[in-house]
Nanobody
Framework: QVRLVESGGGFVQTGGSLKVSCAVS????????VAWFRQGPGKEREFVAV??????????YYADSVKGRFTISRENAENMVTLQMNSLTPEDTAVYYC???????????????????WGQGTQVTVSS
């Protein structure tokens, strides 16, 4: 059974940086496609970033709203996936969820229904 546990959320001022982490257990992180989604107050959950399984090339993809500011990485030794967030704005305030799945084709990587495993979420709050 795959288990995902997020950590690292918190408060930061506009323009600041924060890193959230997703600890993977039950499988190796490299064998899974792992994504970050977020849900802001009063908003639907949205795709943020993904790193594909090593067997699918291990490439990363980002939502346009975070491209150039966020970086998703896999730390194989730690069996962990991290999301480094820079130049944060209040619009980035949300609960950030880690999600993982297998056999997700490229055209489906932004669809939350394609991810079988989810963490409990971690709150990120950016103050103006």
């Amino acid at each position: 059974q795959v288990r995902l546990v997020e950590s690292g959320g918190g408060f930061v001022q506009t323009g600041g940086s924060l890193k959230v982490s997703c600890a993977v257990s039950g499988r190796t992180a490299r064998s899974l496609t792992v994504a970050w989604f977020r849900q802001g107050p009063g908003k639907e959950r949205e795709f943020v970033a993904v790193i594909r399984a090593s067997g699918s090339g291990g490439r990363t993809y980002y939502a346009d709203s975070v491209k150039g500011r966020f970086t998703i990485s896999r730390e194989n030794a730690e069996n962990m996936v991290t999301l480094q967030m820079n130049s944060l704005t209040p619009e980035d305030t949300a609960v950030y969820y880690c999600a993982a799945g297998e056999g997700i084709i490229l055209s489906s990587i932004a669809g939350e229904r394609n991810y079988a495993y989810w963490g409990q979420g971690t709150q990120v709050t950016v103050s103006s």
